[in-house]
């Protein structure tokens, strides 16, 4: 074979490189190529062509990831294009590594989930549509949605968690004194009172909603819904558990709300190179982040919080975020 | 005279289901009485008639267990 037939044959569109999501595995010319699965949900339909790319390119598997992605296991970089134009790029898209605003993820919600009290995939897919692989300059950006307080995605493991939340209110008139709210509330937020009727304590309360499923005569309502957020969490070598910036953050701000945070987090990272927005908000302080946002979301924005907290290794420096 | 089911001792949802059969047998309007455990029978299977369109007339914990009352509904 000629040089000439050779470059042909290695050629690669090295457009299809630059959003990431293709990683250089042990072997001599192997990839993983990491799919766009927002919120880890996937049609058939799709899950079948995956298949059928995984089963013509790959070795014999495909790899489920911890943030809900299909990835492709021994992928000849000679083969890219090949993949990519067989997975339909309108149809599945590449995700992306590197300091980019990743793909989020997203737990069931409230589509099918009893207990879910927000539509978190509908969430997951505007972000990913309207953010995903925005250029953070400095680190990944990891955003995650919860459908409850039973937290299944570990929202606060995140740079941005979302949980779902309501807050319940009581009409007394369609009150059986059935106890059941009171039974069911697991942080003592509701005890029966004298006259049979539940007593509220509103500072106990996690924003569950447990109170409302359980209401036989629906005299718990829900009066207000949105997302509890938590701000700077990130795993690794030295994790760090974000914590409370906001309570009730209407869903139709989710984006707005992100986009604030990168704002803030690339204006005070500025010169710091390779950092996450964690250690950032430990480096600059939390008032900083919540005045910023605090000035966008008067009305979800919480009066004061803490900076991420810092989750104990026990192993090497430990503790120490910057 | 008012039917009495008794579901103590009978895991979700089965006991649900037992309790939907048990109302497909009446008529609308007649009032059927289910025993049911505290936990979580009794957590989900009340709202869960109540949202296959019957009436829920009175629940009340007898003896650490629940008696519930149910007026069958329209069929939906």
């Known amino acids: ?322 | 005279m008012m039917q009495t089911v008794d579901l103590r001792g009978v895991s979700c949802p089965t006991n649900f289901v037992k309790a939907k059969l048990a109302l497909e047998m009446i008529d609308t309007g007649e009032v059927v009485e289910f025993l049911l455990d505290d936990g979580e029978p009794v957590k989900n299977v009340p709202r869960s008639l109540k949202n296959e369109g019957h009436k829920l007339i009175g629940l009340s914990e007898v003896d650490g267990h629940y008696v519930l009352t149910i007026e069958k509904g329209e069929e939906l």
Not at chain 1, 198 to 210: H, I, M, N, S
Not at chain 1, 297 to 309: N, Y
């Open chain 1, 1 to 322: 074979m000629n040089v000439a037939d050779e470059k042909k044959t290695t050629a690669i569109d090295l457009g299809n490189l630059k959003a990431g999501g293709f990683i250089k595995e042990r072997g001599k010319d192997l990839f993983t190529v990491r799919l766009r699965v927002p919120g880890g949900r996937m049609a058939v339909e799709r899950l079948k062509r995956i298949a059928a790319v995984a089963d013509k390119y790959g070795k014999g598997f495909v790899h489920l990831s911890v943030r809900q992605s299909v990835e492709l296991i021994n992928i000849n970089f000679k083969d890219f294009d090949a993949v990519v134009a067989e997975l339909g790029e309108s149809e599945q898209k590449v995700a992306s590594c590197g300091a980019r605003v990743r793909v989020p993820t997203a737990c069931g919600g409230c589509e099918y989930n009893p207990n879910g009290l927000v539509d978190t995939q509908l969430s997951a897919l505007t972000v990913d549509r309207e953010l995903f692989g925005t250029p953070t300059h400095h680190h990944k950006f990891k955003v995650g949605f919860a459908g409850c307080p039973f937290d299944c995605p570990k929202s606060a493991t995140n740079d941005v968690g979302f949980q779902g939340a309501i807050w319940p209110e009581l009409h007394q008139d369609s009150c059986i004194s059935c106890g059941l709210c009171a039974k069911s509330c697991t942080e003592g937020a509701i005890a029966m009172g004298d006259e049979r009727k539940p007593l509220f304590t509103p500072e106990k309360c996690l924003y569950c909603g447990d109170c409302v499923k359980v209401c036989p005569t629906e005299a718990w309502q829900t009066v207000k819904k949105g997302y509890t957020v938590r701000i700077g969490g990130k795993w690794g070598r030295r994790p760090l558990v974000g914590t409370l910036f906001a309570t009730f953050l209407p869903e139709e701000q989710v984006t707005e709300f992100i986009a604030a945070v990168l704002a803030w987090y690339g204006e005070k990272a500025d010169g710091l190179g390779r950092i996450r927005l964690g250690d950032i908000i430990i480096r600059e302080g939390a008032e900083s982040l919540l005045a910023h946002l605090r000035e966008r979301f008067p009305d979800s924005v919480v009066e004061a919080t803490i900076p991420p907290q810092v989750i104990a290794t026990q192993i090497g420096n430990g503790a120490q975020a910057l």
